[in-house]
């Protein structure tokens, strides 16, 4: 009996949501925005559509290739750093599976044992390397400075990506323009040099994989992000 009274209560419940629904569609014409409330998506549930989406090709390998100026003096696992950061944000953004990425330790030792590593092209490290993309980071400019006896970091980072297909060597992103160009900064960091480091390149990597798939709109733009006209300030 309690069985049958609590099916009832559902039933109820059913209709009862379905006679709400349908009495709010005649006043869509006076209200248009109650309707549209209903079916527009949470700022969690909106995506921001990816300038590439590399997750429409099935399976591929990815290879993560930092580049950096051998004269820049900011932090000695930064190439680590951003790599691992990188791939990290494709995981747990995007749902990437972690062995479809070329390990850093792997693209580390094929580096310390290829004499010719600066000429190669990504597309030629990729290919060596079994990866169906190459994601190139390229660092250009990156400053940590600690802030008198205060004990505090200031830090800025500059750095550009490019996104090559191995097989015939073609940049698939960015399309419009040669590459993209993001730029990280923040003020006042107090734990230290290593995490001050790690900040800036978990800013970094988001801020050029953040195109490559479809992100959430409300995860888009984060806070240590200084491309924007308000960079001048982090200089």
């Not at 950061?85 to 990437?96: E, Q, W």
């Amino acid at each position: 009996m309690k069985k049958k009274i609590q099916k009832l209560f559902g039933l109820l419940c059913f209709f009862g949501a379905c006679l709400f629904v349908l009495a709010l569609v005649p006043l869509a014409g006076c209200h248009p925005g109650i309707i549209a409330v209903l079916a527009t998506p949470t700022s969690a549930e909106a995506k921001i559509t990816a300038e590439y989406n590399l997750k429409a090709d099935k399976d591929v390998n990815i290879l993560i290739l930092v580049d950096q100026p051998a004269s820049l003096d900011c932090h000695p696992n930064l190439r680590f750093f951003m790599t691992d950061s990188a791939i990290k944000t494709f995981i747990i953004k995007s749902k990437f599976k972690e062995e479809q990425f070329i390990t850093y330790d792997a693209l580390a030792e094929f580096r310390s044992n290829t004499p010719d590593f600066a000429l190669m092209a990504p597309e030629q490290v990729g290919s060596a390397l079994g990866a169906d993309f190459v994601l190139l980071i390229i660092v250009n400019n990156c400053r940590l400075w600690q802030i008198g006896d205060t004990g505090y970091i200031n830090g800025t980072l500059e750095a550009q990506g490019q996104l090559f297909r191995v097989a015939g060597g073609e940049k698939v992103w960015p399309a419009m323009e040669q590459a993209k160009t993001v730029r990280v900064g923040f003020e006042s960091e107090k734990r230290g040099q290593d995490a001050a480091g790690l900040r800036l390149a978990v800013a970094a990597s988001h801020c050029i994989t953040r195109y490559l798939y479809n992100c959430p709109k409300n995860l888009f733009k984060i806070s240590d992000e200084a491309s924007d006209s308000g960079w001048e300030k982090y200089k």
